[in-house]
């Protein structure tokens, strides 16, 4: 039998209007906590690109309704036939009106979507659209060969958000660092021992994470700064510094510096309680950067989402990193 994506003219229009939509959302990592990363592209009868958005933050509008906003501004708004967007368009009245009414607004007929929303509260989108007559697919039923790397994009990058709202937690990245020997303590003096592709990637770990999750033993060890520093950071965003510390040890003069450095202190003694704080407080990720007593007792606990280990490498050789996704979370 011949296989509909062969026959299906616009399979491949749609995976590359989705594989757009995910690279915007991704631009957007790190910057809409309380809100998931999320991007939209209009289509024309044709299948060419109108305009494409993501959505920039909590308090902008959804993507959704700034891909129409854009297009309204072009003129281009009479002719949105199909919208292609990384999550299920909302249908509540939060800080902005609902996406689905949006859309009703505009001329399209057909809205795919990758993933449904998780949240109870904003979810129903796709039924109020198909009440109202449109066609509604989903990324599940587009035959391409990219569906599953596209809905594996998806799906990760909707992670935090997903975690968060399923589970009363963060999703909690783990960032481990060990020497030729296998040792996490870096030798006197130093405050860490990996090479220049590591650095980076530390700190666009911590540029996309809401929070940052250490233990009074870091703090007292290294005085770490924690700010974003070799990538751009996200322009006016303030995280969270949550430091395990049971027995008091971190000093005000350390928690005074963190707040001029733009951090929002946080003391507290059990993680499983200090993660359910930070996702209360609208954290969808949390960077955990912490010495080998905290990293024991989160990986006991099945605290973690996604462990990258880096590896320091012989001298002349990267460093090696890999990371591994938690299949059996808490
Ligand atoms: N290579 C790397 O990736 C890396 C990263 C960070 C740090 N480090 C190194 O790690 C060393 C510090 O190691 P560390 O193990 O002392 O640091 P840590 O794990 O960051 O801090 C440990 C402290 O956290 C507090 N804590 C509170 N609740 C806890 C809980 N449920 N489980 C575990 N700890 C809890 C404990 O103090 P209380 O009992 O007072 O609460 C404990 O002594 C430093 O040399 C630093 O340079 C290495």
Redesign the pocket.
């Known amino acids: 039998m011949q296989d509909r994506a062969s026959r299906d003219p616009g399979a491949a229009v749609l995976a590359a209007a989705f594989r757009h939509a995910l690279r915007l959302a991704a631009a957007a990592e790190g910057a809409t906590a309380p809100n998931p990363t999320v991007g939209c592209v209009l289509l024309d009868e044709s299948g060419r690109t109108l305009t494409a958005a993501a959505h920039p933050g909590a308090g902008q509008p959804h993507a959704e309704a700034l891909a129409i906003r854009l297009a309204r501004q072009a003129g281009l708004a009479d002719r949105i036939a199909t919208m292609v967007v990384s999550l299920e368009p909302c249908n509540h009245h939060g800080r902005t009106g609902p996406c689905s009414e949006a859309i009703l607004s505009t001329p399209a007929r057909e809205v795919w979507y990758a993933l449904p929303d998780p949240n109870p509260t904003a979810s129903g989108g796709a039924e109020r659209l198909r009440k109202a007559g449109l066609a509604v697919r989903t990324l599940a039923d587009l035959r391409h060969p990219d569906q599953a790397a596209l809905m594996a994009e998806a799906t990760r990058l909707l992670a935090p958000f997903a975690c968060r709202v399923l589970r009363a937690r963060p999703f909690i990245t783990v ?4 020497d030729v020997a296998g040792s ?3 030798p006197p003096g130093q ?3 990996t090479g220049p592709e590591a650095l980076i990637l530390a700190h666009q770990l911590r540029r996309r994470a809401d929070a940052i999750l ?9 005085r ?1 700064a924690f700010t974003v520093r070799h990538v751009p950071d996200i322009p006016g965003k303030s995280r969270i510094l949550c430091i ?6 971190v000093d005000a003069a350390y928690l005074a510096e963190a707040r001029q450095r733009g951090f929002r202190p946080m003391i ?4 499983a309680q200090a993660l359910h704080e930070l996702a209360a407080q609208g954290c969808n990720e949390v960077l955990v ?10 990986r006991e606990a099945g605290l973690w989402d996604e462990w990258v280990l ?1 590896r320091q490498a012989p001298p002349g050789q990267g460093d090696r990193i890999t990371i591994t996704r938690n299949t059996r979370q808490a």
């Open positions: 960032k481990q660092a060990l996490m303590i870096p405050k860490t021992f250490t233990g009074s033993g870091t703090i007292l060890a290294d770490a395990l510390d049971r027995r008091g040890r507290a003694g059990d993680p950067e912490a010495g080998p007593t905290l990293l024991n007792s989160l880096i």
